[in-house]
C-alpha cells in the first residue's frame, strides 16, 4: 500500500484528486497546490502519494523515489515496462481503497507530474471503471503499445488534460507531442496546452488550466 499525504476537502467531500509526483520527489512537493485547487474545489480530498524507493539506472543505482526505472531520456530507448505495471498495481490499490470508502470511481481523477504524469496516463487508460479525467503535466505516456492493448472501454471517453512547457529540458516536448498525437490516433479527448519558455517545471497558468479542467470534470454537485 502507498504511504500519501492527505488534504481533506473543505466542505462535504464528493470527489478525490490523486496527484502523482516525479522522480526524486515525494508527496510533499505537490501537496501545496491543494492550498490553490481546494478554494475553486471546496469538495474535493486531495491525496499525494509517495512513490517506492528504488534504483534508477539513468542516475548511476542511486535508490529514490520512482514509479519505475529511467535508463535513458530517449523516449525510444528501453523502458522499465515490469517497474510501471508494478507502480500501476499500487495506484489502482489506492483508487479502489477511495471507492471502498464511498467515493466513486467517476468522481476521481488521476493528476500527475513528469514520472507521475506517466503514471497517471497508464492508470486511467486501463482502469476498470470510468474516472472522472486524466492529467499529465510535463509528461508522456510510456510503453503505449502495451497501454493501449490493456485499456478499456470505460475510460474511452474519458477526457485528458496535457500540460508541457516548450523549453523542457528533462521531457522534451516533443515526446509530450508524440504522446498526445498517439491518443488521438485512439480517438482519446485530449486538450494539449503549450505552456511557451517553460522548462520542467509548472506555472502560475499551467495550475489556472488545471483547475479549470478540474472543475469542469469534478463539479461541485453531481
Known amino acids: 500500500m502507498l504511504k500519501f499525504i492527505k488534504k481533506d476537502a473543505l466542505k462535504k467531500h464528493t470527489a478525490t484528486v490523486i496527484f502523482m509526483h516525479g522522480l526524486g520527489d515525494s508527496g510533499n512537493g505537490w501537496a501545496p497546490i491543494s492550498d490553490i485547487l481546494g478554494e475553486k474545489l471546496p469538495h474535493v480530498k486531495f491525496i499525494f502519494p509517495h512513490a517506492p524507493v528504488k534504483p534508477v539506472t539513468l542516475n548511476y543505482g542511486m535508490e529514490m523515489p520512482a514509479w519505475y526505472d529511467i535508463f535513458s531520456l530517449s523516449r525510444f530507448e528501453k523502458e522499465d515496462e515490469e517497474g510501471l505495471l508494478q507502480s500501476l498495481g499500487l495506484v489502482k490499490t489506492l483508487i479502489n481503497n477511495e471507492v471502498d470508502m464511498g467515493t466513486p470511481s467517476s468522481r476521481i481523477a488521476v493528476c500527475g507530474f513528469s514520472q507521475g504524469a506517466a503514471m497517471a496516463y497508464i492508470t486511467g487508460l486501463t482502469f476498470e471503471t470510468k474516472l472522472a479525467g486524466i492529467v499529465a503535466l510535463s509528461g508522456y505516456l510510456p510503453i503505449h503499445d502495451t497501454v493501449f492493448r490493456m485499456a478499456t472501454d470505460a475510460n474511452k471517453p474519458t477526457k485528458i488534460f496535457v500540460g508541457h512547457g516548450t523549453d523542457d529540458p528533462v521531457v522534451r516536448y516533443e515526446l509530450s507531442t508524440l504522446s498526445v498525437n498517439e491518443l488521438k490516433k485512439e480517438n482519446y479527448n485530449?486538450?494539449?496546452?503549450?505552456?511557451?519558455?517553460?522548462?520542467?517545471?509548472?506555472?502560475?497558468?499551467?495550475?489556472?488550466?488545471?483547475?479549470?479542467?478540474?472543475?469542469k470534470n469534478l463539479p461541485e454537485t453531481q
Open 190 to 215: 485530449v486538450e494539449f496546452k503549450t505552456y511557451v519558455g517553460l522548462e520542467h517545471s509548472s506555472c502560475p497558468q499551467e495550475i489556472l488550466d488545471l483547475c479549470e479542467f478540474l472543475s
